[in-house]
C-alpha cells in the first residue's frame, strides 16, 4: 500500500499510452485518469533540425508528384 505523499495526496503514474495492462496496473492502486497540459519545451537546435526534416520530407513530396 501506498501511504499518501504529504501536502499533495497524489502521484503522477504518467501516460500509459493506451495499453490496457498498464492502465488495469495502474487502477489497481486507485488511480484515475486526470486531464492535463503538457509542456515541451524545445531547444533552437531542435527546432531548426524540425524545420529542415519539415522541408526534406516537402521536397521529397513534391517530386513524387511531378
Known amino acids: 500500500m501506498i501511504e499518501p505523499a504529504g501536502?499533495?495526496?497524489w502521484f503522477d503514474f504518467n501516460p500509459s499510452m493506451g495499453m490496457g495492462g498498464v492502465e488495469q496496473f495502474k487502477s489497481s492502486f486507485g488511480?484515475?485518469?486526470y486531464a492535463c497540459r503538457a509542456v515541451r519545451r524545445t531547444s533552437m537546435v531542435e527546432k531548426m533540425l524540425g524545420t529542415a526534416g519539415n522541408w526534406a520530407r516537402k521536397s521529397g513530396e513534391r517530386q513524387r508528384l511531378q
Open 7 to 9: 501536502w499533495d495526496d
Open 31 to 33: 488511480a484515475v485518469p
